[in-house]
């Protein structure tokens, strides 16, 4: 017997946050009114979501951890190296001198942007997963089912 595909818009009110323990009761409000799982079995599952929202909050955390070692020392040269050309720059006043510091300052401050951005980015991918786990209970349970 398939059960049907879970979406993120089934879970109300759907504009809401959902926290752990909210994904919790919609995971035990799913399997209790699908039937997929025994009365007995729900505890058990549900304490198996649990483990599995926290072991993807610390891969998440390892991401942002792994992407600052990787990239922090980088940005921080980066970020002297922007600031030590823009002072060549103001001091320049030959145009060839001027031309050559420009393109060196926009490949710098290029890279900067692409580095940060991967920084931010696993901040951000990780902030979001704190405050809603909309998507993460969406996954799990269409995983759990959708064999």
Do not use: C, W
Request: hydrophobic share 40%; proline share 3%; no cysteine.
């Amino acid at each position: 017997m398939a059960l049907p595909l879970f979406k993120p818009e089934m879970i109300e009110p759907r504009d809401a946050k959902i926290t752990t323990s909210i994904a919790k009761k919609v995971f035990r409000l799913y399997v209790t009114q699908t039937k997929a799982l025994y009365r007995e079995e729900i505890a058990e599952h549900v304490g198996y979501l649990a483990d599995e929202i926290k072991e993807h909050e610390e891969m998440l955390k390892d991401e942002v951890r792994s992407a600052r070692d990787s990239f922090g020392q980088e940005v921080a040269e980066l970020k002297r190296e922007v600031s030590g050309i823009k002072l060549k720059l103001e001091k320049a006043a030959d145009p060839e001198v001027k031309e050559e510091l420009e393109a060196d300052l926009a490949a710098a401050e290029e890279e900067l942007q692409m580095m940060s951005k991967y920084i931010i980015k696993a901040e951000a991918d990780l902030q979001s997963f704190k405050e809603d786990k909309r998507l993460f209970i969406v996954d799990y349970i269409n995983r759990q089912f959708q064999r």
